[in-house]
């Protein structure tokens, strides 16, 4: 099937402004993961979802991030007020569960986002 | 939480020659260690991964080794070939409550010259 689907694929926005990114995991993972990844660096873990558990938002940078997932499936990233240390490549993940030792995450190609 | 340490952060090879990653990681609860690939511009792809109930495991030219004692484990790439250039990042997983979410080293940049 399909595999992780992010939309857009590239954002630039201006400083201020708001900005929401798309993720539709593979159908039937229940876990679905937001990572950000700066130029050059590694992947930086920002919120988790599990099913209908509240999710894990031990990664989210400040209050400006926020993320929702409708219905167990499609997620979305909402960041406001832009500022242009938020520029980075977010990639999203998706399991079948997050709940076993072993659960392999697969990518989305991610949305570079560009603050100006 | 979990820190992953990840070195080298670049890594230049001949094609034909082995290359190896090391990681180290802090939470001794960590259990599972995949490995992923991500070429220019493309997602990152798992390559391998290993279990903590697991020294070494290969798949062709690809091994981890795993060492529990010390925290760390290692990326074994022989015969290298120049598709093998790419950003290669380690990571770890732990079982504490409610952090299911990977914790990723810093990437290595491999570059196999032809």
């Known amino acids: 099937g399909a595999g992780v689907s992010q939309s857009p694929s590239n954002k630039v926005t201006e400083k201020g402004k708001d900005v929401e990114l798309r993720c539709d995991p593979i159908?039937?993972?229940?876990?679905l993961y937001w990572y950000r990844q700066s130029l050059g660096q590694g992947l930086e873990f920002l919120i988790y979802f599990q099913g209908n558990s509240a999710p894990d938002k031990s990664g989210l940078p400040s209050d400006r991030f926020s993320a929702e997932r409708t219905g167990g499936s499609v997620s979305t990233l909402t960041i406001q007020r832009t500022q242009q240390e938020d520029s980075a490549v977010y990639l999203c993940?998706?399991?079948?569960?997050?709940?076993?030792?072993?659960?392999?995450?697969?990518f989305g190609a991610g949305t570079r986002l560009s603050v100006l | 939480g979990e820190n992953v340490e990840q070195h080298p952060s670049t890594l230049s090879v001949q094609e034909g020659d082995s290359a190896v990653i090391k990681c180290t990681y802090s939470?001794?609860?960590?259990?599972?260690f995949p490995w992923y690939k991500q070429e220019l511009g493309k997602r990152p792809q798992l390559i391998i991964d290993?279990?903590?109930?697991?020294g070494e495991k290969k798949d062709q030219r690809i091994a981890v080794t795993l060492n529990k004692t010390a925290k760390h484990f290692s990326l074994h790439i022989t015969e290298t070939q120049p598709e093998d250039s790419a950003v290669y990042f380690c990571a770890a997983r732990g079982m504490d409550t409610g952090r299911r979410a990977l914790t990723f080293g810093s990437g290595t940049r491999l570059q196999v010259q032809p």
């Open positions: 159908s039937g993972h229940t876990a």
């Open positions: 939470d001794s609860a960590s259990n599972y």
């Open positions: 290993i279990r903590s109930n697991v």
């Open positions: 993940a998706s399991s079948l569960t997050g709940r076993t030792a072993k659960n392999i995450q697969y």
